[in-house]
């Protein structure tokens, strides 16, 4: 009985050894596709397995072949669009780096960081045309996440013409750059962008204009980087008419946005391997010290107050009862009686006269809503301030535009009209074509007004600090001024090119003397 069982186990001793020795061919072979971590997690775990009697090591599996590569998702080629490789050459290589090079060679800190932010924001103009050359035309909430770079640029380059608002010397190039930077927009426009980068481009000339004027006789290098910088404005709307001519050119058979943004996800780990590891974890915080006892409230105080309050309906029961012949309100010989000292003057009392309320001042008066709308034939813009240039499109005859408390503003009249007036408005610019009657100034200092066309009058009252740009055209107007200072009239130089002005003051110094028992005066004119 006991050989039986003897014989027994060891036919299952052997046969264990069989179906081991077979499992672990089969694992050899299993090793050659799986990674080298499985293989010797495999090969532990075998050997943990059978632990009665070693076995024959199989010989060392080959090397397993590379993995596959994932799939990636379709995404754009990697050829430029034409358009694209056209940008490149005709505005970032051909217009902007020239520019910002000149900037660099003689401009202040404040103007080379401005122009190094517009360099930015036409190279992210750029990244919205490569997707535009890859991609499908967007749904409206992806395309508004496309234009966040650009509107971050526009705001920075605004705020830093603001920043620097007390350098007067190149605040003419701040304002000119600033002006300028909403080109970009072009792309949201449609069916004409061109035109949109045409009016920007003359509002960025009025600024432009201004400094050609102050500084053609003195630094040659402000006058070349006034054309540079409205070249760049002029070849990027010869580009959109050439390239985009309805709008920004999308690629119908591309991918959508979202995919493209994936592919260049994936595209940009593989190219350089694996990411390196994660850092360690930071050693813990070591532990707060334990607060400090709060200190007793003191007796008497705030502690005070609030042990009186929680006294309830008790605390009431010191107070009396006042009589009504001690009313003041029931009586009025108490009043006229009374101790309470009077807080005006002797003067205000014996009169009897209450004091005048003060007037709230400016700062604390509630802003009022900016408006810009047409009322019958009167275009009223008011209360816009630090706004984007407002143009008026397509004027009448028979209609007039009114500016009334502008400030930091830039208005521009397309067409003909028949008057513009500027009331209480402060460093306000005005592009005007042409006006049948006349142009009126009120109050309106620090004002900047430019006539491309003709003016029969200009009319300026209680106006200090003013710059007046008259054309060719507009040569035979006629000027009238009171109580004002510091204006200055810019003519076009005859046999020179559009652009350049010679600046004359407006006399504010008259003599006058009695002739003929008349009032004879006359303009003072300082020689030399």
Known sequence: ?????????????????????????????????????????TSTSNSSSVNT???PVPPPAPH?????????????????????????????????????????????GSVIEQVEVLEKEFIDLREVLVIAGACKNPDQAEFEKLLGPLQ??????????EANRKDREWWDHLSAVAAGAPSVGWITVSPKPAPFVAEIKDSAQFYTNRVINQHKEKDARHVEWTRGYVAILEELRKYIMEYHTTGLVWNAKGVTVEQYKASAGSAAPAAGGAPP?????????????????????PAGGLGAVFQDLNRGEGITKSLRKVDKSEMTHKNPALRAGSTVP?????????????????????????????????????????????????TVENVEISQTVNLYACKNTTVIVKGKCNAVTLINCTKTSVLVESVISSISVTNSPSFALQITGKAPTI???????????????????????????????????EGEEDGVFDEQPIPEMFRTTIVGGKLVTSAVEHAG
């Open 459 to 493: 009319q300026l009252d209680s106006t200090d600090s003013g710059q007046i740009y008259l054309s060719k055209e507009c040569l035979e107007a006629e000027i009238t001024t009171a109580k004002c200072s510091s204006i200055n009239i810019s003519l076009p130089v």
């Open 342 to 390: 009077a807080t005006t003057s002797p003067a205000a009392a014996s009169t009897g006269k209450k004091p005048a309320k003060p007037s709230k001042p400016q700062a604390l008066m509630g802003k009022k809503p900016a408006k810009f709308a047409l009322e019958g034939n009167k275009w009223a813009i008011e209360y816009q301030e630090n706004q984007p240039p407002i």
């Open 53 to 55: 009697e070693p076995t």
């Open 277 to 297: 590891p994660p850092p360690p974890p930071p050693p813990p915080a070591p532990a707060a010290p334990p607060a400090p006892a709060a200190a007793a409230a």
């Open 64 to 108: 397993p072949p590379p993995a596959p590569a994932a799939p990636v998702a379709p995404g754009p080629s990697d050829e430029v669009p034409a358009f694209v490789t056209a940008y490149d050459e005709k505005i970032i290589e051909g217009k902007l780096k020239p520019f910002v090079e000149l900037t660099k060679s003689f401009a202040v």
């Open 152 to 161: 971050k640029d526009i705001e920075t380059i605004t705020r830093m013409k």
């Open 1 to 41: 009985m006991a050989s039986g069982g003897l014989h027994s186990l060891a036919t299952i001793i052997k046969r264990l050894e069989a179906t081991t020795s077979r499992l672990e061919d089969l694992a050899s072979l299993a090793t050659t596709y799986l990674s080298p971590a499985a293989q010797v997690s």
